[in-house]
């Protein structure tokens, strides 16, 4: 059996999804194309026949509303609740923006994985550490000062 494909006008954005750290690729409820990350969906691809491809992705609490004031993207069905948006195949957005958009995603998906398990399917967990303070040095009255 063929594997279902988006539209041609999301075709970038399934490769950017399959590409990125610890990508899966599942079809769930039929024919939608799901990526995860960690056992997370991070960007779903609408492809039943008849009806228009869509994209659906999480995006922050700031862009949720402003996104679904854009011409074509509209709360995501069922996912709205947790702040996902859905792209139809017209929409007002830009293939870069779209592209940064499910980057965006993505990093918003991975930051609530575990810190070992975003090292186990090879993201950087951003933790660094600490600087070290400055030595404290004895002030006129005794007191303990950071030098600047």
């Not at 899966?24 to 008849?50: H, P």
């Not at 862009?63 to 859905?86: D, S």
């Not at 609530?112 to 006129?140: F, M, N, V, W, Y």
Request: hydrophobic share 40%; aromatic share 6%; proline share 8%.
């Amino acid at each position: 059996m063929a594997r279902p494909r988006p539209a041609p006008d999301f075709e970038p954005q399934r490769a950017l999804a399959a590409a990125l750290p610890g990508a899966t690729e599942d079809i769930k409820w039929g024919a939608d194309l799901v990526y995860s990350v960690g056992g997370k969906m991070f960007c779903v691809f609408l492809l039943e026949a008849g009806r228009a491809a869509t994209c659906s992705f999480k995006v922050d609490d700031e862009r949720f509303l402003e996104l679904t004031g854009v011409p074509g993207v509209i709360p995501a069905p069922y996912l709205a609740r947790a702040k996902w948006v859905q792209v139809g195949r017209v929409h007002g957005l830009a293939g870069a923006d779209l592209d940064a958009l499910v980057r965006s995603s993505h990093a918003l998906v991975a930051s609530r994985l575990t810190k070992k398990l975003q090292r186990d399917i090879g993201i950087s967990t951003g933790e660094t550490t600490r600087p070290c303070r400055p030595a404290a040095e004895p002030g006129p009255h005794g007191e303990r000062t950071v030098k600047a």
